[in-house]
């Protein structure tokens, strides 16, 4: 059974940039994969921040940006604001119809 | 603007059904496949099932397989069969959007399964 991976907490200091990871627990994770990155607030449905990759869903600030970051997808969070403080999750297409999520990220900005 | 709204759930004792609906609105719904993905409390994502949008192919996660079907007409459903404590969760209804991704949810329904 495929595992994808993502840090369990992340902190980050108001202004500053982190990079929250995506990844397998036995291979790399490429375009092919089609990672998306969700938002979600407290009590709140996710939101969609990034699909395939690195497009940014309509209405999401530019400060927000995907990537792959060496065998790993990154979403970025550049001048991260007291509002980002959220869970964050990817999901991975692994093919035949099948996706799966990550376990999640707490971003904390402090 | 693309609105979809998920209905049916509830209390539900193990070993029952339950039918869960999402009516969708704000765009083409024959065009597009969707999704149910599920969130135990406290707990993180979980990707059920998704239908092409012609209904012509169906999958899903190994822990739901054979309990449960998606299927569509105009509305989406997921018939939840032998239901289990484990199966407690909301359940959002997802739009597949291009990129085989995720892009538009619902607000969830409750489906908590107790005796």
């Known amino acids: 059974q495929t595992v994808v991976t993502q840090e369990p907490s992340f902190s980050v200091s108001p202004g500053g940039t982190v990079t929250l990871t995506c990844g397998l627990d036995s291979g790399s994770v490429s375009t092919g994969y089609y990672p998306t990155w969700f938002q979600q607030t407290p009590g709140q449905a996710p939101r969609t921040l990034i699909y395939?990759?690195?497009t940014r869903s309509s209405g999401v600030p530019d400060r927000f940006s995907g990537s792959i970051l060496g065998n790993k997808a990154a979403l970025t969070i550049t001048g991260a604001q007291a509002d980002d403080e959220s869970d964050y999750y990817c999901v991975l297409y692994m093919g035949s119809g099948i996706w799966v999520f990550g376990g999640g990220t707490k971003l904390t900005v402090l | 603007q693309v609105q979809l709204v998920e209905s049916g759930g509830g209390v539900v004792q193990p070993g029952r059904s339950l039918r869960l609906s999402c009516a969708a609105s704000g765009f083409t719904f024959s065009n597009y496949g969707m999704h149910w993905v599920r969130q135990a409390p406290g707990k993180g994502l979980e990707w059920v099932a998704v239908?092409?949008?012609?209904?012509s192919e169906k999958y899903y996660a190994d822990s739901v397989k054979g309990r449960f079907t998606i299927s569509r007409d105009t509305t989406l459903y997921l018939q939840m069969n032998s239901l289990r404590a484990e199966d407690t969760a909301v359940y959002y209804c997802?739009?597949?959007?291009?990129?085989?991704?995720?892009?538009?949810w619902g607000r969830g329904t409750l489906v908590t399964v107790s005796s």
């Open positions: 997802v739009r597949l959007g291009s990129g085989w991704t995720l892009d538009y």
């Open positions: 395939s990759t690195n």
């Open positions: 239908i092409w949008y012609d209904g």
